[in-house]
């Protein structure tokens, strides 16, 4: 085993940058909803624009970034006999002691599920937090002018917050993963501040 660097700067960066920015956009967005009381709405309505537009920011340098370093093939889809194993490897034979089916390397960072489910966020659920909140909520007076006059302002809200949730409940897996499936409690969290992991 060698100590390498696994994780670039950049990626480091732009992994806490973007928890930071949802967990707050989160936060916020529960506010406006009326679930918690921190702020105030007004003030979380005025908050979660700015985290709104930072964090649009931050995806672009970000995709920007992908493309350009060919970090982007990191996220292209393996098999769904690849994902099957990786499903069952965290369902049963974590528990069983079974070796992981997957070998990490600088090359191919992320196993099948993590392939599938960073593909999902970036493709599905973050677009449609851009579209349903950056652009039909903060524009929507600009429906009709657009030819969206059918869309209802209650509907869009609907879409935004499932969105959301669907947004949460990957933080949750992604952060109880994190901590609980290396091989030392908190190792992959490390990683990603340390940018080292171990690599045969």
């Given at each position: 085993?060698?100590?390498?660097?696994?994780?670039?700067?950049?990626?480091?960066?732009?992994?806490?940058?973007?928890?930071?920015?949802?967990?707050?956009?989160?936060?916020?967005?529960?506010?406006?909803?009326?679930?918690?009381?921190?702020?105030?709405?007004?003030?979380?309505?005025?908050?979660?624009?700015i985290l709104a537009w930072s964090l649009i920011g931050l995806w672009t340098f970000a995709i920007f970034w992908h493309?350009?370093?060919?970090?982007?093939?990191?996220?292209?889809?393996?098999?769904?006999?690849?994902?099957?194993?990786?499903?069952?490897?965290?369902?049963?034979?974590?528990?069983?002691?079974?070796?992981?089916?997957?070998?990490?390397?600088?090359?191919?960072?992320?196993?099948?599920?993590?392939?599938?489910?960073?593909?999902?966020?970036?493709?599905?659920?973050?677009?449609?937090?851009?579209?349903?909140?950056?652009?039909?909520?903060?524009?929507?007076?600009?429906?009709?002018?657009?030819?969206?006059?059918?869309?209802?302002?209650?509907?869009?809200?609907?879409?935004?917050?499932?969105?959301?949730?669907?947004?949460?409940?990957?933080?949750i897996a992604h952060l109880y993963l994190a901590i609980t499936t290396?091989?030392?409690?908190?190792?992959?969290?490390?990683?990603?501040?340390?940018?080292?992991?171990?690599?045969?």
């Amino acid at each position: 085993m060698a100590k390498v660097i696994m994780y670039k700067g950049f990626e480091r960066l732009w992994h806490w940058l973007q928890a930071g920015l949802m967990i707050f956009m989160l936060i916020t967005g529960f506010e406006i909803h009326g679930t918690i009381n921190w702020l105030g709405f007004e003030t979380a309505i005025d908050v979660h624009i700015i985290l709104a537009w930072s964090l649009i920011g931050l995806w672009t340098f970000a995709i920007f970034w992908h493309l350009v370093t060919g970090e982007w093939k990191q996220y292209i889809p393996s098999s769904f006999e690849h994902i099957l194993a990786m499903v069952r490897y965290y369902t049963i034979d974590i528990f069983l002691g079974n070796k992981h089916p997957f070998q990490k390397t600088t090359l191919k960072k992320h196993n099948p599920l993590q392939r599938m489910a960073y593909l999902s966020l970036h493709l599905f659920i973050s677009p449609t937090i851009w579209i349903s909140g950056g652009f039909l909520y903060l524009f929507y007076t600009l429906r009709e002018f657009l030819g969206l006059e059918l869309i209802s302002f209650g509907t869009v809200a609907l879409i935004h917050t499932a969105a959301a949730f669907a947004l949460l409940t990957f933080l949750i897996a992604h952060l109880y993963l994190a901590i609980t499936t290396s091989k030392k409690p908190f190792g992959y969290v490390k990683a990603m501040i340390t940018g080292y992991e171990d690599e045969e």
